[in-house]
């Protein structure tokens, strides 16, 4: 085991971003404003003494994280990896719909109208467990799933970092704020998501998660 940092990139913003859709397994390519803020966190991060990089294995993710390796000083020995464990959470039938829409749907059995008053009444985990109850299917993701997934890639990082290592991982907006949820210690307002190429900083030691940071615009 070893002591190393994470920089978690959430991915440019997408066409389902902006048409405010549910995009979790689902998956829409880059919007023009996010090649450009994609571009922007690249070029922030340039500097940065990379070892290793990871993304999930969507499509907006991989080209997020080609754009900041492509342009990072030690891009001749990075090899970009892709891990299916950093993949957003799965919305089941929810997939594709009007977010709004969706978390209607999701709350209302609990007598609540949006994500935001779910959130701050229940926490993230429950947002996870109300949408499996509510899909007709129960293919979204419960929070028992969802961790399991999320920690079997923290230890498949772990079997390549070393002390000291800065590690690149761009994955998605729901993911980083609920890392953030469980490791950040209450530090952070987690009422907005992390914002398209924004920097949530994590250092893992001897596999115990701290977060540091959290949305940090890059490029500004």
């Not at 999701?106 to 949408?131: C, N, W």
Request: proline share 3%.
């Amino acid at each position: 085991m070893a002591k190393y940092q994470i920089y978690m990139i959430r991915h440019g913003k997408t066409w389902f971003n902006k048409y405010n859709k549910m995009q979790g397994w689902s998956d829409t390519p880059l919007a023009p404003e996010g090649l450009e803020v994609a571009k922007k966190a690249a070029k922030a991060l340039k500097d940065v003494d990379f070892n290793a990089a990871f993304s999930s294995d969507a499509r907006r993710a991989i080209d997020t994280c080609k754009l900041i390796v492509d342009d990072n000083k030690n891009r001749e020995q990075l090899n970009p990896t892709k891990l299916m464990e950093f993949r957003e959470q799965f919305y089941g039938y929810f997939e594709g719909m009007n977010s709004s829409e969706a978390w209607f749907i999701v709350g209302q059995p609990h007598g609540e109208r949006t994500f935001g008053d779910i959130l701050s009444k229940y926490g993230l985990d429950a947002t996870r467990d109300f949408m499996k109850d509510a899909d007709p299917f129960h293919d979204a993701e419960n929070a028992e799933e969802y961790w399991t997934r999320v920690d079997r890639g923290f230890e498949k990082i772990d079997q390549v970092a070393k002390d000291g290592d800065k590690i690149l991982l761009v994955t998605h907006g729901t993911t980083i704020r609920s890392i953030t949820e469980r490791y950040g210690h209450g530090k952070f307002d987690l009422t907005q998501s992390p914002k398209n190429s924004s920097l949530t900083m994590l250092e893992r030691d001897n596999g115990v998660n701290t977060v540091t940071s959290y949305s940090q615009i890059l490029g500004e």
